[in-house]
C-alpha cells in the first residue's frame, strides 16, 4: 500500500512538471509573439519617421 501511495505521488510530481514545462513554452510562445508585435510596430513606425526627418533636413 506504501509503494502504491509513492506511485501516485511519483505521477502527480511528474504531471505538474509537464504542467510546469507546458506554461514555461507558452510563456515563450507569449514573449515570440509579443517580440514579433514589437518588430511589426517597428516597422509601421520606421517610415513615419523616416518621412519626418526628411521633412526635417
Given at each position: 500500500?506504501?509503494?502504491v501511495i509513492w506511485r501516485i505521488i511519483d505521477l502527480l510530481v511528474r504531471f505538474d512538471?509537464?504542467?510546469?514545462s507546458f506554461g514555461?513554452?507558452?510563456v515563450r510562445f507569449d514573449h515570440l509573439l509579443v517580440s514579433?508585435?514589437?518588430?511589426?510596430?517597428?516597422?509601421?513606425?520606421?517610415?513615419i519617421i523616416m518621412k519626418l526627418c526628411k521633412a526635417l533636413l
Open positions: 500500500m506504501y509503494m512538471h509537464l504542467l510546469v514555461h513554452l507558452l514579433f508585435g514589437h518588430l511589426l510596430v517597428n516597422f509601421e513606425i520606421n517610415p
